[in-house]
């Protein structure tokens, strides 16, 4: 978003060997500080880049923040279970409540806490992105969540890297080999 250049990150490293205290995928070094956990990289680069949340914003932002990883974590859950179409079902059954919690939440935002941008927006994209490839019918042009995403897609340095060779979303499977739904990368516009 901010097209910093600035930080050392990956994901193909021999990360055993970068002196990471959890050594894990993914990881972030910026001099001093090596992060691994993708929420605590995302929580530090919003304090480095002013895209914390406002002190009054604080505990919702911890709220939504989780509410997200559950989701996230539950799509895993499902994609790698040795049960995937059982799961499924149930996952698919709960995700129109689960979405429309998040559409309240944000409102008429523009963005999830509001009018300012922040880490949270970062960490919702990619994992709303990972469920609309999962539930594409979920995610209609009308709804509120698709509109919502379509505002960060659209920010400069986003649309840019979403376009470009490099994006993530077009080279690897949200998942391993090993899960029942890898969660292919599909065409972007």
């Given amino acids: 978003y901010l097209n910093c250049g600035i930080l050392s990150s990956g994901i193909n490293a021999e990360y055993g060997e970068l002196g990471l205290d959890f050594p894990n995928l993914p990881y972030l070094i910026d001099g001093d500080i090596k992060l691994t956990q993708s929420v605590a990289i995302m929580r530090y680069l919003g304090r480095k880049f002013e895209l914390f949340p406002e002190a009054q914003d604080a505990v919702r932002a911890d709220m939504v923040e989780q509410n997200?990883?559950?989701?996230?974590?539950?799509?895993?859950?499902?994609?790698?279970?040795?049960?995937?179409?059982k799961l499924k079902v149930g996952f698919l059954e709960a995700l129109p409540v689960r979405l429309a919690e998040i559409e309240t939440f944000i409102?008429?935002?523009?963005?999830a806490l509001g009018e300012k941008l922040t880490y949270i927006d970062f960490l919702a994209y990619p994992f709303l992105d990972a469920i609309r490839l999962f539930s594409p019918d979920n995610f209609k042009q009308e709804r509120p969540l698709v509109q919502y995403m379509e505002r960060i897609e659209d920010l400069p340095n986003v649309k840019k890297w979403l376009a470009s060779e490099d994006c993530s979303a077009k080279i690897y499977n949200l998942h391993g080999n090993s899960a029942s739904w890898p969660g292919k990368p599909l065409p972007r516009n």
Avoid: I
Avoid at 68 to 85: C, H, I, K, Q, W
Avoid at 107 to 111: A, K, L, T
């Fill in 68 to 85: 997200l990883v559950d989701l996230r974590r539950g799509l895993a859950m499902t994609s790698y279970s040795p049960n995937f179409e």
């Fill in 107 to 111: 409102g008429d935002g523009p963005y």
